[in-house]
């Protein structure tokens, strides 16, 4: 029903919506499958600090290891939610662009009482794609940060916050 109500509402007379959507759920799948690559990278530095012993086989940790910081291992994992959520600015311009081309309301969107029902339909979609882009980037921010900082052995970390912002 909300589905319904949100394209009658807030989506141009006519436009496609639902290949925006499926446009939408593929980016966000892509973008944060591109994100586990802080796990792998995570992975590469946490299996840094430790060493084979030769005669028993076991892993031993080094000693006066330090894992690279969490901005360093983070890296670029989390920009496939910017370039996602930059796309939806494409999106839009296209809303707008619509009005005047595909279904020639712009006319009709122009003299109806509510001055924004054209801003409104042409940005609500937008908008609430860049919020759930940002509030999954923060949220995989907070899940890679608390895997960073519980999963390192202690003695390991960078000392007073500079695990965060890349300063040891």
Same mark, same amino acid.
């Given at each position: 029903m909300k589905k319904e109500r949100f394209e009658q509402n807030c989506i141009?007379?006519?436009?496609?919506?639902?290949?925006?959507?499926?446009?939408?759920?593929?980016?966000?799948?892509?973008?944060?499958?591109?994100?586990?690559?802080?796990?792998?990278?995570?992975?590469?530095?946490?299996?840094?600090?430790?060493?084979?012993?030769?005669?028993?086989?076991?892993?031993?940790?080094?000693?006066?290891?330090?894992?690279?910081?969490?901005?360093?291992?983070?890296?670029?994992?989390?920009?496939?939610?910017?370039?996602?959520?930059?796309?939806?600015? @494409?999106?839009?311009?296209?809303?707008?662009?619509?009005?005047?081309?595909?279904?020639?309301?712009?006319?009709?969107?122009?003299?109806?009482?509510? *001055?924004?029902?054209?801003?409104? *339909?042409?940005?609500?979609?937008?908008?609430?794609?860049?919020?759930? +882009?940002?509030?999954?980037?923060?949220?995989?921010?907070?899940?890679?940060?608390?895997?960073?900082? @519980?999963?390192?052995?202690?003695? +390991?970390?960078?000392?007073?916050?500079?695990?965060?912002?890349?300063?040891?």
């Amino acid at each position: 029903m909300k589905k319904e109500r949100f394209e009658q509402n807030c989506i141009p007379p006519g436009f496609p919506f639902s290949s925006e959507l499926t446009y939408f759920t593929m980016g966000s799948l892509c973008a944060a499958l591109y994100s586990l690559r802080f796990v792998l990278d995570y992975w590469n530095a946490r299996c840094a600090l430790f060493r084979q012993n030769p005669l028993t086989g076991e892993w031993v940790l080094e000693e006066g290891a330090q894992i690279a910081s969490f901005s360093e291992i983070l890296g670029s994992a989390l920009n496939g939610f910017l370039i996602l959520a930059c796309s939806m600015l @494409f999106f839009a311009a296209l809303h707008y662009q619509f009005h005047f081309r595909g279904s020639r309301s712009i006319y009709l969107m122009r003299r109806l009482p509510d *001055r924004w029902e054209l801003h409104r *339909r042409c940005l609500a979609g937008p908008v609430l794609g860049i919020l759930i +882009c940002a509030v999954a980037a923060g949220m995989l921010f907070l899940l890679y940060f608390a895997v960073y900082r @519980f999963a390192t052995p202690q003695e +390991c970390l960078s000392p007073l916050g500079g695990e965060l912002y890349g300063r040891a």
